[in-house]
């Protein structure tokens, strides 16, 4: 499955500025007693103990939006959270120490091998607010990403309802039905054994229907026994004006989303001419842990009702499996839609 990411979060330069200046006030009111003497000497305080909010403030939001897009609060909390924590406690450290270093120069004109003492003696004050802020920015993180995924999972519920309905229908075609009875009315009368045999890959057919109308996703092999006995019945109908050439070998770990293969064969014979004047060839095949479905482009009208909402559905129903998209590559002789081989039962 597609992984949840979080939204980096943003400030505005006037958000970091009133940010700092709170934190600066803070800052004066806690560490910096002496900055209240006269306006000059707030002045300077002021400024000094902005340098330190606003590098702090602006350094640690950046990494913070560098490690959510790198590391998943979905798949890996844990790893997550101590790589916060240590990037936010280096950084401040490393800045505060330079940042000090140069406010005792500018405002005081001590030397930095004489101001670092002083510096060092400060610095578990700025890692204990450094730890507090990596607190409050995991939190947040940890919420919105608990709410995205909630999100994330009943628009799946959602999407999946609606593909299981529009599938439902789609696979128990009452045209596809009663082009199969006509057939096997001339066949009953024509060729016995051929009735017997495709009223058994009918049965097939909608035994497969019934069973995978309530699973996510069937093995690859399952699929295309289904498959061969779709286009067996398509076939019979169709004679030599249909010719489907299969060439996959499915392996056991290999799984697909259910009636994917049978909709697109479907597409292809329902926006296709089939005629003996012009044969429509469909050609299944594996490429790269993918299938491609293939036929060659002779275009009917099919009328207004035509609204790709199966492929629809299926594009968006292969979205939460797998990050391959669904292709579709045309030409002026050629129609090819491929769509990703899954793995795993497990999204």
Not at 227 to 244: A, V, Y
Not at 297 to 315: F, W
Request: aromatic letters at 14%; glycine letters at 4%.
């Amino acid at each position: 499955m597609m992984p949840i990411e979080t939204k980096k979060i943003k400030g505005s330069p006037v958000g970091y500025v009133l940010g700092s200046v709170i934190l600066s006030l803070f800052l004066i009111l806690t560490f910096m007693r002496g900055a209240l003497a006269d306006w000059p000497t707030f002045a300077s305080g002021f400024f000094w103990a902005f340098s330190i909010s606003i590098t702090q403030w602006v350094g640690l939001e950046i990494i913070y939006g560098w490690i959510d897009r790198r590391i998943s609060w979905i798949e890996t909390p844990v790893k997550k959270v101590f790589v916060q924590i240590f990037s936010f406690l280096s950084y401040s450290a490393g800045v505060f120490i330079l940042v000090q270093l140069a406010n005792y120069y500018l405002w005081m004109d001590v030397l930095p091998e004489k101001s670092w003492g002083w510096v060092l003696k400060s610095l578990p004050y700025t890692l204990l607010i450094s730890f507090i802020i990596s607190l409050i920015f995991t939190a947040i993180g940890f919420f919105k990403a608990w709410k995205n995924a909630f999100v994330q999972a009943e628009k799946l519920k959602v999407e999946m309802m609606a593909y299981k309905y529009e599938s439902l229908r789609n696979q128990i075609n009452p045209h596809f039905l009663f082009n199969s009875l006509n057939v096997l009315s001339d066949l009953v009368y024509d060729d016995q054994a051929m009735a017997v045999k495709f009223i058994r890959q009918l049965s097939d057919l909608f035994r497969y229907v019934l069973d995978s109308r309530d699973k996510e996703l069937v093995p690859l092999k399952d699929e295309l026994e289904f498959i061969r006995s779709f286009t067996f019945l398509l076939k019979t109908r169709f004679e030599e004006k249909l010719k489907i050439e299969i060439d996959v070998q499915a392996n056991p770990d290999e799984y697909i989303v259910p009636m994917t293969l049978q909709l697109l064969i479907e597409n292809a014979v329902k926006h296709n001419e089939v005629s003996e004047a012009f044969p429509l060839r469909i050609t299944v095949r594996k490429v790269d842990e993918c299938l491609e479905v293939e036929n060659n482009l002779q275009p009917k009208s099919v009328g207004d009702d035509s609204k790709k909402t199966g492929l629809k559905n299926i594009t968006q129903q292969f979205a939460f499996f797998s990050e391959k998209p669904i292709k579709i590559i045309t030409s002026d002789e050629r129609y090819m839609v491929r769509v990703p081989i899954l793995k795993s039962l497990e999204k």
